[in-house]
Each structure stands twice: as C-alpha cells, then as structure tokens.
C-alpha cells in the first residue's frame, strides 16, 4: 500500500469537464453583468493593488515576534556598525567623533584575546596620530585650544600603546617567549607613543621620521608645523607595521624584525639628525623586507 | 506573482464588488469547489448544477454583503457551498444513498511504468476511492479539503468553525480510519 497521503492528493485529478465549465463560466459571465452595480467599481487596481497588498504583508509579517526580535537585534547592531562607519574619518570637535570613540571602546569591551586587544588599541593609537595630523594641517595658527587638543591625542596615543605595551607583555609571559625580545617590542611600541606636535623638543619624534615611502622632499620641509605632521604620518605608519607584525603567527621572527627596526631607530635618534632620517628609513626598508 | 499575494488582491478587489475580479476567482476556484461538492454529493451532475449555484450564490453575496469579516476569499467559497450542499440535502431529505460514482479519472501518465505497476496503481486508487466514500461526512470533507484541495489547518478550521487543535484531531482519525478501510 503506497502512501495514503499521495493517493488522496492523486484525487485531485477528479475535474469538472471542460465543455460544463466553460459553458457555465459564460452563463456566469450573463448574469454577474446584468447584475446592477451596489457600488461604483473602482478600478485603481493593478500596481497600487498590488503595493498596498505587499505593504500590509510586509507589516503583518513584522509584527511577528521572531521578526520584531530580529529588527532589534538589527538596529541595536546596524546603528553600531553605520556609526562607526560614519564617524571613522572624524576628528575631536567634530559630531559623530564621539560615536566613533564610543565605537572604539565597545570594540575592546567586546574582544578577550589579550592579542587582538593589543592590535586593537595600536590600531587606535593609530586613529589618534591620524587625528592629530588632522588637527594640525586645519589649525595652522598655533593657539591654546589646538595645543591642547592635540596634548590630549598624545595623551591618548600613550594610553592606548601602554595599554598594548601591558597587553603583550602578558601574552608572551604566557608564552615564554624570551622577555628581553618582549621588551624591545614593549620599548618600540612605547617610544611610538611619546610622539608629541611640539615634536622638536621629543627625541623620539625622529624615530617617526622615519619614513618608508615618502619622496626627500617630504622631509626636508622646513616649517616646523609641517615637519611635525609629516611625523605624525610616520608614525603612523610605524604603528601600523606593529599591528601587521602582531598578526603574524611567527611571532619570534616578529619580533626579531622589530628588534632591527628599534636599533634602526635608536641610531637615528643618537643623529638627531633630519638628514639621518633617510638612512634609518632605508635601513628600517631592508629590515622589514 | 505568489498565489497568496493573487488571493489577496482577488479579495481586496471583491470587497468593492469587482465584476472583473470575481470572474477571475471563478478560473481560480472553480475546480476545487467542485471537486469539494463531488465528493460531498458523490454524483456528477448534481455536484455540477450545486458549483454553478455556489458561485452564484458567492457573487450575489459579495454584492449586498461586506466580506470584511472572511479570512481568505477560499474560504468564504467553502462556507457557501458548504450552506448550498446541506441547503441541498434538506431539501431531498434524504441521506446520501448513491456514494461515489465510477471513477474514469485515473490516467496513469508515467510511461515509463510496466503494465502490471499501472494494474497496481489503478487497483490502490480505485480501492481509496471506493473506500472514500464509505467514510462518515465529516471525515470525507476533511480529508478531501486536507489532502485534495490542500486547505491549510487553519483555513479548515476557519470554514468549518472549528478550533485548529480540533481539526488536526479529525484529520488523523479519519486518516486512521480510511487507513483500516483500506487494509
């Protein structure tokens, strides 16, 4: 015995013979026009029909729990992720700027791995020398509010890195790898912290300049202001280069390169001298390469 | 376009009396209602005269009545045929004596079965289809609305005014007992 489910749905062969329906369906046809109108037939229909039909549906499917629960979970994280968007490229002053810290800080709140907490807060350093690059190429005239926006940023940035700093420390005592690697990483981090705009007075600054892609006219610039955000950039870059190399599993061979790349640093700042910049940067090439 | 969405519009349409509209719902129903009342009636010609005064019915109705308060267009078809066929019988006052005809509806369409596999077929359909009708009434109903012209629980429910856990119960008893008929 076949399925009895099938062999009943096979009943729906049973039909009314074609010649019946079509004779009944034009006698239909007489009667339902000889009935005289109760109501004026609109006749708006078509696409507006099917518009209204397909807003309602969409309504009555939204008021399903399920689907309010998914709206809210959309909203909830659609407004993070628009926002952070949104605010990415802003700087302090501007409106959506504390979106995007608040962002920054819900992103930390949300990650456990002390590793992708350490990328994380370099990246951040990063958005912070990105800020006060920002604010110095808009406020040339150097006044209070400027400086002390930009203190602040470094302020941050040195949070952000010591944080980092604190961070891999503890991943690679958890590690064993060896300290004295740790704390030359530790120190190269650090020192991209002590990046201030009123750079000249800061050793460290060179360290900054040291620039990997820039063209010598980038750093013979001899305004002070633009010197300071050209280090700014190159710090930035730095930075970056610390992020990669924390992704990069092989983390002892990391941290070697980074090793190089602090000596390279510390001779350049031993010169003190701009013209020494481009050495370290060819030096600091070779390096990572 | 989705044939819940066509539904619809079709009713939407309805609501003010569309001639146009209704004609359709006629292409779109008709075969269902009739295959509802054929086996309700279990004679051709009875259940082609009682799909002709359904929909008549139907469309006058929907003329001096506002069918707001339906859920679904089927069903409103459903509810009126069910009142046209017990209108029917009341008027006979008689029982249902003759059950389903012969039917000369199977035509097995897969070419590829062997004879003796299209014996067996038409032997189990022919089997179902008389032991249908041995089925009390309500069973019948809700086995050909289920399983026949596919009506959703719900929409049962609806058109017998029923609850929903009610219908299921009937569906599986009288699943249960066309099943024993069948052994």
Known sequence: MKNINSQL??????????????????????????????????????????????????????????????????????????????????????????????????????????????????????????????????????????????????????????????????????????????????????KASSTSPSGAKNEEDEVFSANLGKDKAGISVAEKEMTEVKKEVDSKALLTQAKESLKSDDVANTLSVLEKVDEAIDKTVDSGEVKGVEETAAATTTVIK | MNSGIKEKILFRKLEKKDKDAFVKAYDYYFDDIYRFVYFKVGKKDTAEDLTSTIFLKTWDFILNNSITDYKTLRALFYKIARNAIIDYYRKKSTQLEELIETFDYLDIKDESQDLEDKIDAKMEYEQVIDKIGELKDEYREILILRFVNELSVSEIADILEKETGNVRVTIHRALNALKDLVK
Request: glycine fraction near 6%; charge should be positive; hydrophobic fraction near 35%.
């Open chain 1, 9 to 190: 749905n096979s009943l729906k062969n049973i039909k009314p013979g074609s010649d019946y329906k079509s004779k009944n369906r034009e006698l239909l046809l007489t009667q339902i026009y000889n009935t005289a109108d109760a109501k004026p037939v609109d006749f708006s229909f078509g696409f507006t029909a099917y518009f209204r039909q397909i807003s309602s549906e969409l309504v009555n499917l939204m008021a399903q729990p399920a689907m309010v629960v998914g709206l809210v979970l959309i909203s909830l994280f659609g407004a993070g992720l628009f926002g952070a968007t949104a605010s990415k490229g802003t700087k302090p002053g501007d409106s959506l700027y504390v979106a995007k810290r608040i962002s920054e800080k819900t992103q930390l709140a949300l990650t456990f791995d002390e590793k992708e907490k350490a990328e994380l807060r370099i990246g951040f350093a990063g958005n912070r020398v990105e800020e006060i690059e920002k604010v110095l190429a808009e406020n040339t005239e150097n006044n209070e509010e400027t400086k002390k926006t930009v203190d602040n940023l470094v302020n941050n940035v040195k949070s952000e890195v010591g944080a980092a700093k604190t961070g891999l420390q503890k991943i690679s005592k958890n590690a064993n790898i060896d300290t004295k690697v740790t704390e030359k990483v530790a120190t190269t981090v650090n």
